[in-house]
């Protein structure tokens, strides 16, 4: 089968407040260093001049502009919660004239979410005006976007279901504090895995940094970052003391793997 470059961009890494956080005087918050400046989670996967979107953070405009993407052919939710999701209405940008809508996947939870949060979009009902043209598709296993495999991994996130995403040697899983047995066995041979590390401190639905080291030395991916990150980790000082192979990641972190392709035309519908 042929290869082709995935090429990945961690767009945003920090928690639902975002890095600084507003009102926050605190160490993290005034660091200078760049790292310590984290937008809303989100990530990028570009393959064969196509692109795809995981979750439409909150500060999805302000990654678009930084990254100058100039296009989004799907998005990928990982769940409901609002710093995931309410990038939505920036989708407008990226629906071309004429063009097909732009789908959504997500689980049954999110998609009923979304339809109800953002009537203004999704219902037929409402009136006219300037909305982002998209479809929602419930996730029901593995499927081909694009000729790309994307393997839903589900997760838990407290007492909420919530999603993350294989493609290749990449996994990238935020937003959880468990990893089902049988979504472990989805996660083997791992390049890059990308999980959920809030902070120190215990947190009733988000792994806390020693229990993601832990869980990721489980699943032995060549390179962990953790991601979702509090202004309780100052990027230097906690990179520093991680294990071998496992780091903190940072806004605008870039990766490229070659992955399994069938080759489908830019303009082909996923």
Not at 51 to 76: F, G, K, Y
Not at 82 to 88: E, K, Q, R, S, T
Not at 185 to 190: D, E, S, T, V
């Amino acid at each position: 089968m042929p290869t082709t470059a995935l090429n990945i961009v961690l767009l945003g890494t920090g928690t639902s407040t975002g890095i600084p956080v507003v009102g926050c005087r605190c160490r993290v918050c005034c660091s200078a260093d760049p790292h310590n400046q984290r937008t809303r989670c989100s990530a990028l996967l570009s393959c064969g001049g196509h692109n795809l979107l995981i979750d439409t953070a909150t500060d999805l405009r302000q990654q678009a502009l930084r990254e100058d993407i100039q296009h989004i052919d799907a998005v990928l939710y990982t769940h409901c919660h609002a710093d995931h999701v309410h990038g939505i209405d920036d989708l407008r940008g990226f629906n071309v004239p004429g063009g097909n809508p732009i789908p959504l996947y997500a689980d049954p939870q999110t998609l009923i979410s979304l339809r109800r949060n953002f009537k203004y979009i999704f219902d037929p009902c409402q009136p006219p005006g300037y909305v982002p043209k998209l479809t929602l598709h419930p996730l029901a296993g593995p499927m081909d976007l694009f000729g790309l495999e994307i393997i839903p991994i589900p997760l838990r996130h407290g007492a909420q279901p919530a999603t993350g995403y294989r493609c290749g040697p990449f996994a990238y899983l935020t937003d959880c504090n468990r990893i089902p047995d049988s979504s472990l066995a989805l996660l083997k041979g791992l390049e890059l895995l990308v999980l959920d590390g809030l902070r120190f401190k215990p947190h009733p639905t988000h792994f806390n940094i020693p229990a993601a080291v832990a869980i990721a030395q489980s699943i032995g991916a060549k390179q962990t970052l953790l991601t979702h990150l509090s202004h309780d980790v100052d990027h230097a000082g906690v990179d520093a003391d991680l294990p071998d192979g496992i780091n903190l990641a940072y806004d605008g972190q870039r990766f490229s793997f070659d992955v399994p392709y069938h080759f489908l035309p830019a303009t082909g519908d996923p």
